[in-house]
């Protein structure tokens, strides 16, 4: 008996039970979005860092299975990086 009164004082409308269940939604893709966004740049990263190296530029390296490796393990580390600072700065701004 006492829970729709509660219910019923917490939200004196429907409408506004409504509003408030479409805001958590809304903000739930709002943050998933900007979880995407920032996969995408550090995705993008790794693909202008690889674009660079896979231009036909004559170099020393180009032969180099260890430049190769490290150049791939570096870039992706470097993503997971970026990626891990913007969620880390996310949390700490609330974002998340």
Same mark, same amino acid.
């Given at each position: 008996?006492?829970?729709?009164?509660?219910?019923?004082?917490?939200?004196?409308?429907?409408?506004?039970?409504?509003?408030?269940?479409?805001?958590?939604?809304?903000?739930?893709?709002?943050?998933?979005?900007?979880?995407?966004? *920032?996969?995408?740049?550090?995705?993008?990263?790794?693909? *202008?860092?690889?674009?660079?190296?896979?231009?036909?530029?004559?170099?020393?390296?180009?032969? @180099?299975?260890?430049?190769?490796? *490290?150049?791939?393990?570096?870039?992706?580390?470097?993503?997971?990086?970026?990626? @891990?600072?913007?969620? *880390?700065?996310?949390?700490?701004?609330?974002?998340?």
């Amino acid at each position: 008996m006492a829970q729709p009164y509660i219910f019923q004082t917490l939200f004196p409308s429907p409408q506004d039970y409504i509003n408030i269940e479409l805001d958590n939604h809304r903000n739930q893709l709002i943050r998933l979005e900007l979880m995407l966004t *920032a996969a995408t740049f550090a995705v993008g990263l790794i693909a *202008a860092i690889s674009g660079i190296f896979g231009m036909n530029l004559h170099n020393k390296n180009e032969d @180099s299975y260890g430049v190769f490796v *490290a150049t791939a393990v570096g870039s992706s580390l470097g993503a997971v990086i970026v990626f @891990s600072a913007i969620v *880390a700065f996310c949390k700490t701004r609330g974002l998340f």
